[in-house]
C-alpha cells in the first residue's frame, strides 16, 4: 500500500447556477420518464452520463426547431431570445434554469441596447452564454476574446463594455485600462461571477500544499482547462483526468500527499469517487 494522503478542494465542484439546474432535472424525472434538455447541462460527461440513465436527454437547436408538445429545459448559460421564439411556434413548454447571475447580465445587456448604446462583450465565441448575451442585441454587439481582435484606432470614443460571467477579472480590468490609455471613454461593467472569479488564486494556494495535485474536469470545460493551467503552474506534478479510469499508479508514490481538485463543472461524487480509488493503492 502506498498508503496516500488524498484531500478534495472543499471549494470545487458545481457553482449555485449549476447545481440549481441538475436538481431541477432530478426534480422533474422523479415524475415523468424523460426530459428534453437543450446542450450539455454541465460541460461533464460523467453528470451528463448520470442524468441521461435517469432519462435526460440532451438535444441540439436542429432537434429544438422540429419538436412540438414537449418540455424542454433550459440550462444554466441561458438562451438567446430566438429559442423562446421556437418555443412558442413549436407549443414547448419550456423550464428555465437559466442562472439568475446570467439573466442579470442579459438584461443589462438588452437595457443597454435599447439605449442605442455600441456594446462590446468580453468573451468565447461562440460559446452558449455568449450566444445568449448577444441574443439581447440583435446580434449587433461586438464580442471578442481577445483585445487584439479590436482595432483600437477605428473604435468608438464611448463604449459599454461588458463581460461574460467566467472570464477573467484581470484580463478585463487590463483590457478596460488599454481602451481608456487610447482615450476612449468606457463605461465598464465588470458582470465576472464571483463564484468563479477568485477559483483561479484559491486554486494556486491549494495546489501548492500537496506533493502531487488530481485535476478532475470534463476535456469541453474551458473553465477546467484554464484551472488546469493554473495548478500545474504551481505545482508541475498535476495531472487532469475525467474520470477514474485514467489514474495511473505509477505517478505516486509512497506517503504522497494528494489534492484533488476541478472546474466549477465538475461534480463532488465524481472528486469523491477518484478519492476512494486512490485509497486503494
Ligand atoms: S458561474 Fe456564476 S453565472 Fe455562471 S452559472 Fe455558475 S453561478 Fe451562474
Known amino acids: 500500500m502506498l498508503n496516500l494522503q488524498v484531500n478534495i478542494d472543499q471549494n470545487s465542484g458545481f457553482c449555485f447556477g449549476v447545481v440549481y439546474a441538475i436538481e431541477m432535472a432530478e426534480d422533474i424525472l422523479q415524475e415523468q ?3 428534453y434538455c437543450l446542450g450539455d447541462i454541465v460541460h461533464n460527461d460523467e453528470e451528463v452520463k448520470r442524468l441521461e440513465a435517469k432519462g ?15 418540455k424542454v429545459l433550459i440550462r444554466a448559460h441561458g438562451e438567446p431570445p430566438s429559442t423562446y421564439e421556437t ?37 468565447k465565441h461562440g460559446h452558449a452564454e455568449v450566444k445568449g448575451l448577444l441574443g ?16 483600437l484606432d477605428t473604435l468608438p470614443r464611448n463604449l459599454t463594455l461588458y463581460s461574460q460571467t467566467t472570464k477573467s477579472t484581470d484580463k478585463f480590468y487590463e483590457i478596460k485600462a488599454l481602451l481608456e490609455d487610447k482615450g476612449i471613454a468606457v463605461n465598464s461593467n465588470d458582470t465576472i461571477c464571483r ?18 495535485i488530481i485535476f478532475v ?40 500527499t494528494i489534492g484533488i481538485c476541478g472546474a466549477t463543472s465538475t461534480p463532488m461524487w465524481l472528486m469523491e469517487t477518484i478519492k476512494e480509488v486512490l485509497l486503494t493503492y
Open 136 to 151: 439581447q442585441t440583435n446580434n449587433e454587439a461586438v464580442v471578442f476574446q481577445d483585445i487584439s481582435e479590436l482595432d
Open 33 to 35: 420518464p424523460y426530459l
Open 195 to 212: 463564484q468563479v472569479s477568485n477559483r483561479d488564486k484559491e486554486l494556486r494556494h491549494f495546489a501548492k500544499k500537496f506533493d502531487k
Open 56 to 70: 435526460l436527454k440532451i438535444i441540439s437547436y436542429e432537434d429544438l426547431s422540429v419538436i412540438q408538445n414537449e
Open 217 to 256: 474536469a470534463g476535456t469541453k470545460s474551458s473553465n477546467g482547462k484554464v484551472l488546469y493551467n493554473v495548478c500545474k503552474d504551481v505545482n508541475t506534478y498535476t495531472h487532469f483526468i475525467s474520470n477514474s479510469e485514467e489514474l495511473d499508479k505509477d505517478w505516486f508514490s509512497e506517503n504522497d
Open 87 to 123: 418555443a412558442l411556434n413549436n407549443n414547448l413548454e419550456l423550464i428555465d434554469a437559466s442562472c439568475p447571475v446570467v439573466l442579470k447580465l442579459q438584461n443589462r445587456i438588452k437595457n443597454s441596447h435599447d439605449k442605442e448604446e455600441p456594446i462590446y462583450i468580453f468573451g
